[in-house]
Nanobody, 123 residues
């Protein structure tokens, strides 16, 4: 069983930055970690993912160049550094984990989920 705990959300003005953290209990068969987000009235969407065994990262087009996902194995933590934030980035952000996601952005590939952390960007 993998447990994920997110933190770092908050309120920020447009153009600002936040760093989200996802602390996870280590499970040897978990290779993928990802961040998803869900805005009110919208479907949950993939934001970024990291494949730990090969250090590959993926981003949605909407955040590419502004967000960065990284890992710290010593701290069992995955980060999402968010810069140049926009009001449309406002959402609940979730950390997720999978043994191996064939499609990094597919929600159904992820087995373990955190409770989420709220990010609000004001104009």
């Amino acid at each position: 069983q993998v447990q994920l705990v997110e933190s770092g959300g908050g309120s920020v003005q447009a153009g600002g930055s936040l760093r989200l953290s996802c602390v996870f209990t280590r499970y040897k068969y978990t290779n993928n970690y990802a961040w998803f987000r869900q805005a009110p009235g919208k479907e949950r969407e993939a934001v970024a993912a990291i494949y730990i065994s090969v250090s590959m990262t993926y981003y949605s087009d909407s955040v590419k160049g502004r967000f960065s996902i990284s890992q710290d194995n010593a701290k069992n933590t995955v980060y999402l550094q968010m810069s140049s934030l926009k009001p449309e980035d406002t959402a609940m952000y979730y950390c997720a984990a999978a043994p191996y996601a064939r499609r990094w952005s597919a929600l159904e590939e992820y087995i373990y989920w955190g409770q989420g952390t709220q990010v609000t960007v004001s104009s």
